[in-house]
């Protein structure tokens, strides 16, 4: 059965990296004593090494340890024998890159169809919808494709914000870009605050954590959707 | 002789659309009675004919004329015969695929480089840069390349903010995004403040407004580049 949680982000404001989803992890994990992680997208340009470091860290709260993909000779076979997957934020671009370079996305979309319990953050969040049209992040790399795993059936756009009525910047708000999206594209956005994930079990999806999040339909007004609240209509 | 005007941004916020330009604009196309408007980019996904009568509204101001590429049968005539050129922001994705799919780069550049005025604003300045890899926009389309004019031997990051030290969001500041640009990328950034404007002149370029730009070169610390510097040092 698959179990992911898809979170907007792995820190919250004034907290320690996942502390606010340790409980989470704690049942999410159960049966885990080694995580793979996947580092590619490299936050502030951090290195593989470093990254892993700091999320071995966060994880030995709840005595697992971590191991990270560039670690292993062969990145598909890592995947596949891996216990628990994290994939972590950073740049979008530069994961969805090295994803497609290793040729690793059937095989992470595969483990977790078999049941592999799957956490993002993030970025690591983004590669879960159907594609990476909707990240916020800067595009310093040129990826392959914009397709990413399509475990959920709809776009996700982390750290969602929502419009400052004091700003006085020039720039597109974050509601003004995914109109914009719609333009183009038609499958749903889901705006996550950051606190908020989505937790999928099996083929049951639901909104979870404080906040309410908000959502784009195709053809539609945006709109609140609160917290507990089932995902199984957007399609 | 190139002239370009590759602004940070169309608007200053509390004044019209090009207002804060507009005595600039009346120099740079004193000898223009029409200006050909590339409305691509539509921001916030606005036709390319409603973008283009916006724009005529502005220009009607120093009583210059505005048509719309899309007017045009052939987009590449219009472009070789055109008496000066605008294009305008919104989003750098559609800009660029557009410009792709109308196979219209080169012939811009080299309108440019035999002198046909240009003025770019947000997305159309990102397009003088060597790459779009700094824009700030959502890859909303997959275009078939990053590459873009290289009028300028740097690339453009318009919009340029300054991290706000209240953020309780945990995304990325502008300036971490542009470091990690440099993680993957050498060619120096300049990140443009809204008000800013790089002044060309042959291969002379200037910083021009009222704000001082900051600069991103490679293995550097960022710094700032008060209004009126010569910018020719940057390659």
Redesign the interface.
């Known amino acids: 059965m698959k179990s992911l949680i898809i979170a907007s ?6 907290s320690g990296p996942l502390e606010y989803l340790m409980d989470e992890l704690r049942v999410h994990f159960k049966s885990v004593n080694e995580i793979l992680f996947i580092p590619y997208a ?4 951090i290195s593989h090494e470093d990254y892993t470091t700091n999320i071995a860290k966060a994880f030995s709260a709840i005595n697992i340890s971590v191991k990270g993909i560039h670690q292993f000779d062969n990145p598909k076979k890592a995947i596949e024998n891996a216990q628990g997957i994290f994939t972590g934020g ?2 979008t ?2 994961l969805v890159n090295q994803l497609y370079k290793n040729d690793v996305l059937n095989s992470i979309k595969k483990a977790i169809t078999k049941g592999t319990p799957y956490l993002g953050t993030s970025a690591g969040s983004n590669i879960c919808g159907l594609t ?11 990826p392959p ?2 397709k990413t795993l399509g475990l959920v059936p709809f776009n996700i756009n982390p ?1 969602y ?1 929502d419009p400052n009525p004091d700003s ?5 708000t974050r509601e ?10 038609t499958q749903p956005v889901i705006g996550l605050r ?1 606190g908020s994930w989505i937790e999928v079990k099996g083929d049951h999806l639901t909104l979870r954590g404080k906040l309410e999040a908000r959502i784009f339909e195709y053809g539609k007004a945006p709109y609140e959707l609160p917290t507990n609240s089932d995902l199984d209509f957007l399609k």
Chains 1, 2 share one sequence.
Do not use: A, Q
Not at 132 to 142: A, C, G, K, L, R
Not at 168 to 172: A, I, P, T, V, Y
């Open positions: 982000t792995s820190t919250i404001h004034g490299r936050p502030g340009g950073g740049n671009f530069v990476m049209n909707t990240t916020n992040d800067m595009p310093i790399v040129y494709s914009f750290h914000l006085k910047h020039m720039g597109e003004t870009r995914i109109k914009e999206f719609h333009g183009f594209n950051e």
